[in-house]
């Protein structure tokens, strides 16, 4: 499994986690890292996802107060003032390019691939 994921628990409202995925591949494939989450019997939903130039995008129910970064082939999910209605299992998600280059300026042509890592369970007491 290409990606591994770390972090989530149980956390009272208006606490804080931080989820982890670190994708095993080259950095320089990503495309874009995020999360989505699925909470029982609702459809999986995207939370948050950051592209290989640093966009962003939110769900607007966690707009201001997720914040999704990434470091080399790491992304992070701070998620603060957290609500019962966080309460889901979230997956990490990772997309690959189809066309790269290596540090030394060596393409590399590969087909795109999209992965996803286990969920983890994210509790939010009331």
């Known amino acids: 499994v290409p990606l591994q994921a770390s972090g989530g628990g149980l956390v009272q409202a208006g606490g804080s986690l931080r989820l982890s995925c670190s994708y095993t591949?080259?950095?320089?494939?990503?495309?874009?890292m995020g999360w989505y989450r699925q909470a029982p019997g609702k459809q999986r939903e995207l939370v948050a996802k950051?592209?290989?130039?640093?966009s962003t995008t939110y769900a607007d129910s966690v707009k201001g107060r997720f914040t999704v970064s990434r470091g080399f082939a790491t992304a992070y999910l701070q998620m603060n003032s957290l609500k019962p209605e966080d309460t889901a299992v979230y997956f990490c998600?990772?997309?690959?390019?189809?066309?790269?280059?290596?540090?030394?300026?060596?393409?590399?042509?590969?087909?795109?691939?999209?992965?996803w890592g286990k969920g983890t369970q994210v509790t939010v007491s009331s």
């Open positions: 998600n990772a997309g690959t390019k189809g066309l790269y280059y290596t540090d030394d300026g060596a393409p590399v042509v590969s087909r795109p691939m999209d992965y």
């Open positions: 591949g080259s950095a320089k494939s990503i495309n874009h």
């Open positions: 950051i592209t290989s130039d640093g």
